[in-house]
Every structure is written in structure tokens, then in C-alpha cells.
């Protein structure tokens, strides 16, 4: 009964403080119906700008489906810098760095509403094994793009949720 009458104040609390779902409504929520208008445009940047855009793509859409509201401009950046150099001059170690300026703008007037970044890091061993090497830098770039995409995503969301209260 104690644990009862614990649970019922804290909803009680709680009810008021403003919280709500940003996927609230499921497919024909505000948040899904905005990110439904956004067109991703083409991302420069060789292989992890196609990885980053087919990212956002997999989330928000295919781009020839209707006409779409806002557009989505992303300038990618990936670094692959060296370190743990040893006594030798071998390299031991890597960090491969994926950020990313956004812009979300609105097709009709031009306007720029959203202007941020998102970015991501990992580490990677070097081993004897170039191939090894290389393949875990392919694979580091895959899931940075994923989570950089994700970013963006969380973040177009966000403002959806912020703008359907104006």
C-alpha cells in the first residue's frame, strides 16, 4: 500500500512538469511528419559522405517521394590521425573523427532554421595485417556515419517538437 501511495505521488508530480514524448503519435505525430519533409541533399566527402547520407536517407526518407518542405545540406569532414607511435616509428594506434555541419532549410523562403553539427570518434588498432587495418577503418567509418546520422536525426526531432509549440 506504502509503495502504492509512493508511485501515485510521484505521477502526480510529475504529470505537470511538461515532459512529453518526441515520437508522440507515432507516424502521424508532428515529429514523424516533420522529419517526412525533409529532403537529404547530396553530401560531398567520397565514401563516408555517401555512407553519412544514405544514413539520413534510411531514416527520413527517399528524396523523390513528393515534394518536400525543408532540405537537408551536410558538410562532412573525416580525419584518420596517428598515434602510439613506437620506439620504431610504428604506428599502433588510430582515431578515426566523422563531424558534420548541418543545415536545415526551409525550400520555400530560403531561410536557414537549423544550423548546427554533430560528429563522432573511434579507435582503431593497428595490427601487422594491412588489410585487418584496413577493414577496421571501413568498419569505423560505417558506424560513425550511422551514429552522426542518428545525431542528426535526434536533433531535427528535437526542433519539430520545439516548433509545433509557436
Known amino acids: 500500500m506504502k509503495r502504492i ?15 512529453r514524448p518526441v515520437y508522440g503519435g507515432g ?3 508532428v515529429t514523424a511528419t516533420f522529419l517526412s519533409s525533409v529532403a537529404v541533399q547530396p553530401i560531398d566527402g567520397g565514401r563516408v559522405g555517401w555512407l553519412l547520407r544514405s ?9 523523390k517521394q513528393g515534394d518536400r518542405k525543408f532540405r537537408l545540406e551536410v558538410e562532412v569532414d573525416d580525419d584518420l ?9 610504428a604506428v599502433t594506434r588510430e582515431r578515426r573523427t566523422i563531424r558534420a555541419r548541418y ?3 526551409d525550400n ?10 554533430a560528429g563522432s570518434d573511434a579507435g582503431i588498432d593497428v595490427v601487422s595485417s594491412d588489410v585487418a587495418t584496413l577493414a577496421a577503418e ?5 558506424r560513425l556515419a ?21
Not at 149 to 165: E, F, N, P, T
Open 5 to 19: 501511495a509512493i508511485l501515485l505521488a510521484f505521477a502526480a508530480a510529475t504529470s505537470g512538469c511538461g515532459l
Open 55 to 63: 544514413a539520413l536517407v534510411d531514416r527520413l526518407g527517399d528524396p
Open 108 to 117: 520555400a523562403t530560403g531561410q536557414v532554421v537549423l544550423d548546427a553539427t
Open 138 to 142: 571501413q568498419t569505423a567509418a560505417e
Open 103 to 105: 543545415r536545415l532549410v
Open 146 to 166: 550511422q551514429v552522426v546520422a542518428d545525431q542528426i536525426v535526434g536533433r531535427l526531432g528535437l526542433y519539430a517538437g520545439r516548433g509545433s509549440k509557436r
Open 27 to 29: 507516424s502521424s505525430g
Open 81 to 89: 590521425t596517428s598515434f602510439g607511435i613506437r620506439g620504431d616509428t
